[in-house]
């Protein structure tokens, strides 16, 4: 029987639940960062609660679990101090300068809410559709719904050797799913449970909030770096009305949009960190950093691009072009002698050469180039998967690299996103993956991860001129200025 309270608290308490901790420690933080950094930060706690609750023992039973986060949830508001720990300074943002700027900002968020009510829709009416959901994510959902439990999934070859009593389960892909990160299935899991039954299409609804959070996220993150607020609304109608992400949003199931998500505010998080230096910035890109480990395998490598840039935003000035000189000698040294190779103790074997490449967790691949430039092309030019932005990335945010990689407090931010269009490119230019670019799948899949991430870096070079002064002097010591 359907519990609809159930299913509201299932949908609302991730997002009270964050909310109240980032109101707690960023009190000064624009809200529509609160809310969309909230509910993220808030499902990401969910999924680590269901995890622990599990390990401990007990089932997962729905009253119990939401009883927890509704009294962790209530705790921030016990705290009468303000523990956010920034300065007196408060926050000031750069507000409309003419009418027709507040008409854009309206008009562009009157569509995007017409458009998500109708992707809200289509994932109300139809049942669970994507291939990789029914055949990789779903399954454990359902599995650990009805068994009140978080029973291990293993490999074909495994399976078929296991006593049954030993409730082990195996997923239909040829590929390892069994071994793919728990997050996508927790999720739904988690909605199965308040609703009291599984109904595919219900189960879903949190892919509709994930992109209305990431909206607001970027909105407010734009905001606090002094983007004024059409031009903000601007960039997130560009982000929310990619096809690409409309379809993974109405086509729920499949993890690539969450990963996508929770790449963008660890990169969002990052590059404000960089210039103001603010401890829950921090915080919360190492936390998104550990959500995208925990949403899908790549998500390894898309959190380890963060790395590079973290250490560079460490060092002081003309240090920073050193480690970059001393990284490129480096990987021509590494070239010359043939890699490396070393059998790590409980990990597995880690090589790194000119010819394989073997990381734990992720896979091994034989490196040979593959010319895959007309995928790319037909893919991010000239169908419609991404609308114009292949050709905006072209005009706008290469511009953009070129400028800001010569700025010192540009630079860490510039060599992230440089980072991210590296390992897309050696994925499919350099390994077995060219054939999924070739015929027109992942190629779109793996795109996604860092455009949303990709959009907001372009934000430091086109917000207006009389923008907020930690870009206007590059000031990395000085508080944004506020109205």
């Keep these: 029987m359907m519990n609809i309270l159930g299913l509201l608290m299932a949908l609302m308490l991730p997002a009270i639940l964050g909310f109240s901790w980032l109101h707690l420690f960023w009190r000064d933080s624009h809200l529509a960062v609160k809310i969309g950094y909230g509910y993220l930060l808030g499902i990401f706690t969910v999924t680590i609660i269901l995890q622990v609750w599990n390990r401990i023992g007990y089932p997962l039973v729905f009253s119990h679990i939401a009883a927890l986060i509704a009294l962790l949830s209530i705790m921030p508001f ?16 750069v507000s409309f300068d003419a009418r027709w700027q507040k008409i854009m900002w309206g008009a562009f968020l009157a569509i995007l809410a017409v458009r998500y009510s109708n992707i809200f829709l289509e994932v109300m009416w139809r049942p669970l559709y994507p291939w990789d959901a029914w055949m990789n994510w779903a399954p454990k959902a359902k599995t650990w719904f009805e068994l009140k439990a978080i029973v291990p999934f293993v490999g074909e070859s495994v399976w078929t050797i296991e006593n049954s009593q030993h409730n082990v389960y195996t997923l239909g892909n040829p590929v390892a799913a069994s071994d793919y990160p728990p997050l996508v299935p927790l999720i739904q899991t988690w909605t199965a449970l308040g609703l009291g039954v599984w109904i595919d ?25 002094g983007v004024k607020p059409h031009f903000a609304m601007t960039a997130v109608y560009l982000l929310l009305s990619l096809p690409y992400i409309n379809a993974h949003t109405a086509l729920a ?4 949009l969450w990963l996508a998500s929770f790449y963008c505010l660890a990169v969002m998080a990052f590059i404000n960190w960089s210039l103001t230096k603010n401890k829950t910035q921090a915080a919360l890109m190492l936390i998104f950093s550990l959500a995208c480990i925990q949403t899908k395998n790549p998500g390894i490598i898309w959190a380890a691009t963060l790395l590079p840039a973290i250490f560079l935003s460490l060092l002081p000035g003309r240090w920073r072009y050193m480690f970059l000189v001393s990284a490129l000698v480096s990987c021509a040294i590494w070239y010359n002698i043939g890699g490396f190779s070393v059998n790590v103790p409980g990990i597995g074997l880690l090589s790194i050469t000119p010819e394989f490449i073997a990381i734990p967790g992720i ?3 034989t490196i040979e180039y593959h010319q895959v430039t007309e995928a790319f092309v037909m893919n991010g030019l ?4 991404w609308h114009i932005l292949g050709w905006l990335v072209l005009m706008l945010f290469f511009p953009v690299l ?6 010192m407090p540009l630079l860490a931010p510039s060599i992230l996103l440089l980072c991210g269009i590296l390992f897309v490119y050696f994925v499919f230019f350099f390994t077995s993956h060219h054939q999924a670019a070739i015929d027109n799948t992942t190629i779109n899949r793996a795109s996604i991860h860092m455009l949303p991430a990709l959009i907001y870096y372009v934000l430091l070079f086109y917000p207006h001129d009389d923008r907020c002064d930690i870009l206007a002097t590059l000031n990395v010591e000085k508080e944004p200025v506020n109205v």
Excluded: E, H
Aim: proline share 2%.
């Design 363 to 365: 896979g091994s691949f």
């Design 253 to 256: 199931g499949y993890a690539d």
């Design 382 to 385: 000239i169908w419609g998967n």
């Design 402 to 407: 070129v400028n800001n990689i010569r700025i």
């Design 201 to 225: 299409n219900v189960v879903n609804i949190p892919w509709v909030l994930c992109a209305v959070a990431v909206g607001l996220a970027f909105y407010g993150q734009g905001r606090m770096l």
């Design 78 to 93: 016990l705290f009468k101090a303000d523990l956010s720990g920034n300065s007196t300074k408060s926050l000031v943002y």
